[in-house]
């Protein structure tokens, strides 16, 4: 394949438009050259940013597919029930795939993409993008190379911010498991597959609890309103209050001139749209009073079958969004933090190494650097017409991450009973 790589986005929203930027940092690799999103002012902003024909400019996934392949690439980044249901034909009709997760929350969804993909010459890359950080990257050199030893247990925390909770899981487009998937999928498959893919074993059996502590109306203060802008009584106290989050937190808020949350409220990602987007739409509401059904922390383990094993907390309560990560090994431990971007080495009886990950990359931004890595080793893959290497998060690895979040989820709505996942696979 020559260079440019042409890409169609089919989805122009968060992660969508977040792939299509790659082109300013690869131009001379990328070209973004058709769009497609429910919203006509998505794809009317991606045609101006990008050149995009007006022939190229589609209102639904499903509309661009109908035309002859438009490029050699097509990024499935709609919504997370939509993904097989778009991938399958693009396969089909020859596109490459940039998919991003989950691949579904229907296993049989998952198997039937993954025959049809061992049918088709395109090649399809699972969005895992934590397996292109530099961070997670050292960490899987260090416990290859044996610095620690055998790894006995990990003990590894997303903390999910509590306003990116609120954002993307009460008021969002992720809130009910019943319209996208569980949070252990959405959200924290990436961790499903991180961290088995740091060990490099397989796991055995699965147990989880977790549930909606918070965000449910019987714990709504007294005096709340149904949307935040509506006279709230406890907004000042509140710190879920939308107002906060979107405008005026230094952190989030469009205050700050630099807040994806807030931009997208809106494609203007203006004070005025950001407002009536508050006064209309669902990121205005009262976060005791949406439609979410997902759980807000979640406590899984996983015993993998060598007999090590991982303990993942996924919470919402946090004042930041990062992860955090703990190995120990029979020489030795590994205590590191994607906050920091520090990762501790500290081998039994020895002093203590410290690995500043922000002096071995320049680019930390966007998962750790992971959004561009993917896009970058995707490129790579295609432009050399090489095979995958280890960290490629191909469909047949990301199943694996699937079968351990879903059955993550069984055993949560089971009240934490153990699930065996050679058992769980053959469902």
Known sequence: MKAPVTFAIA?????????????????????VVAVADLDPAKVEKARNLYQIPEENCFSSAEEMLEQDRLADV???????????????????????????KP????????????????????????????????FY?????????????????????????????????????????????????????????????????RCKAVSSFGSTQLFKPERAPEGAALRCLDGCKVKDTCPFDAEKIYITSPKTGLATGDSWI?????????????????????????????????????????????GSTISFTMCAFTENCYRTFKAMGTKGEIEADMKSNLIHVRVFGQEEEIIDVG????????????????????LNMLLTDSQPNQRTTTLEHSMESHFIALAAEESRLAGGKVIHLETFKAQ
């Open 359 to 378: 002096k071995l990359s320049s680019d930390l931004k966007g998962h750790g650097g992971g959004d561009s890595g993917i896009v970058e080793d995707f």
């Open 137 to 201: 990257n050292t960490l899987k050199d260090l416990i290859q190379r044996g610095r620690i030893g055998d790894v006995v247990a990990i003990c590894a925390n997303e903390n999910v911010g509590y306003w990116h909770q609120a954002h993307s899981f009460v008021r969002g487009n992720w809130r009910n498991s019943t319209q996208t998937s569980p949070m252990i999928l959405q959200k924290s498959c990436h961790d499903m597959d991180i961290l088995t893919w740091l060990l490099g074993k």
């Open 262 to 306: 807030s931009s997208v409220l809106s494609v203007e990602h203006t004070l005025e749209s950001t407002y009536k987007a508050l006064r209309e739409g669902p990121y205005g509401r009262c976060v005791y009073h949406c439609d979410n059904d997902v759980v807000d922390h979640q406590q899984t383990n996983l015993l993998m079958e060598d």
């Open 74 to 100: 097509m990024v499935v980044s709609t919504m997370d029930r939509q993904h097989v249901g778009h991938a399958i034909p693009a396969l089909r009709k020859g596109y490459h795939i940039l998919l991003e």
């Open 11 to 31: 989805g122009f929203g968060d992660r969508g438009s977040t792939y299509a930027s790659m082109e300013k940092q690869f131009p001379d690799k990328m070209k």
């Open 103 to 134: 691949i579904s929350p229907e296993l049989s969804k998952c198997r039937e993409l993954l025959e049809v993909a061992s049918q088709c010459p395109g090649k399809i890359i699972v969005c895992h993008v934590l397996r292109y950080t530099v």
